[in-house]
């Protein structure tokens, strides 16, 4: 009799446990994102989040993209990129049971990032390799696409082999729906070309709310996915004697000093179009992403500053830089004094002295056009050169 009573005692006790087990969990449909490999189409039971106009995530690996990376789990996973006209992928599900308002859950991924993920650039329209980290975001809602509320998001992920990314999510509502969006490394200035890989999700597993979710994931280490760009020869410049600018004929109309000029070509600048405090705004300057490194296509046109500044030997100048509003005043600040003094250390590598030369970074202070448009950000994203004086 007491063996029977503590058998049934164990078996309730046993069916409890599942019972708290299968109210603690959701599943979700498809977890291993298995389908036929293809570009543009979502595996089954995901539904495309992305942006009008845009194609939808990939089913991977596909030869479209050079994506050719083993799956972690079963056949297939997701290829997910973010892209640098400041659109992003993502895709969404209807859960089978809501997450709960003031739960907590554990959630997890198997991420990596493809080395070769070739597709065209949306700004430039040629050939770029979509290479550059990312990281995931997930959301909560009560629909498809809809975002109410970031339940969590990873670390960006630099790793190229499939690392289990671990996420503790705390929902402040009943969401019956989840989106999974790629993203840009924050904070972030402007938009660029990556790619997510994305296989084996677990099951939302509620836990204690103190229990922490503790991963294996690397520290993020940029530098070891961003190279510098080519060092140049730079052959030492013949000094150039000082040239006194030659009045117009007397029947030609002298130009007007101008404030700003922008949309010029620095060597088509006229001497009597500028004067001391006149601004000339530097067009097709391009850094890597959030860095102080110039990329190589942009030397030409600081070969041009330099060339100017060589005629003209008495002109002083400074080097501004300037941010879009996307980031804190103190990375603002930041990154623009030095990309600023980035030109500045080109034009003295380059033969000019240093003391015509000064350089500051003015952060996000002084926009020319609204933060809230990708082509606004643009602008505001400069480096300016200001006339200090004439007299060397």
């Known amino acids: 009799m007491r063996l029977r009573t503590t058998i049934l005692t164990f078996l309730t006790l046993l069916v409890g446990y599942a019972g708290w087990t299968q109210e603690g969990t959701i599943q979700l449909t498809n977890p291993s994102f298995e389908d036929v490999p293809r570009h543009s189409r979502v595996p089954r039971g995901w539904y495309d989040c992305g942006f009008p106009g845009e194609s939808a995530p990939d089913t991977q690996p596909d030869p479209t993209f050079r994506v050719n990376k083993a799956a972690a789990d079963g056949e297939t996973y997701l290829g997910l990129v973010v892209r640098d006209n400041d659109t992003w992928e993502s895709i969404a599900q209807k859960l089978t049971r809501p997450v709960e308002k003031n739960k907590c859950y554990e959630f997890s991924l198997y991420l990596s990032r493809s080395e070769s993920y070739v597709s065209v650039s949306r700004v430039t329209e040629e050939q770029a390799n979509y290479v550059t980290p990312a990281k995931i975001r997930i959301y909560g809602g009560f629909d498809y696409c809809d975002k109410q509320y970031l339940l969590g998001e990873t670390k960006l992920v630099i790793n190229t082999r499939w690392i289990e990314y671990k996420m503790k999510l705390e929902p402040i509502a009943n969401y019956t729906h989840i989106v999974v ?11 660029y070309n990556g790619n997510i890989l994305m296989d084996k999700a677990s099951d939302f597993v ?22 510098a760009p080519p060092k140049t020869e730079v052959k030492k410049p013949v000094t150039a004697p000082k040239v006194t600018p030659k009045s117009p004929p007397a029947a030609a109309k002298k130009d007007e000093p101008k404030e700003v000029l922008e949309n010029v070509k620095i060597s088509d600048i006229s001497r009597s179009e500028l004067k001391t405090g006149s601004t000339i705004r530097i067009d097709k300057l391009y850094f890597e992403s959030d860095k102080a490194i110039v990329l190589q296509n942009s030397y030409s046109v600081l070969d041009e500053l330099y060339d100017f500044l060589s005629k003209n030997s008495d002109v002083s100048v ?5 941010t879009n509003g996307l980031a804190s005043d103190e990375y603002a600040v930041t990154l623009s004094k030095n990309r600023a003094k980035a030109v500045y250390d080109y034009l003295i590598k380059k033969g000019i002295e240093k003391e015509r030369l000064q350089f500051k970074g003015y952060g996000k202070k002084n926009p020319i056009a609204t933060n809230s448009t990708l082509e606004g950000r643009r602008k505001n994203q400069r480096v300016e050169v200001k006339i200090l004086s004439f007299n060397g």
């Open 181 to 191: 969006e790629a993203f840009y490394k924050t904070p972030t200035l402007f938009p």
């Open 206 to 227: 509620m836990i204690p709310c103190e229990q922490p979710v503790v991963d294996n994931v690397p520290e993020e280490k940029p530098a070891a996915v961003t190279k």
């Open 318 to 322: 400074e080097i501004g830089g300037h």
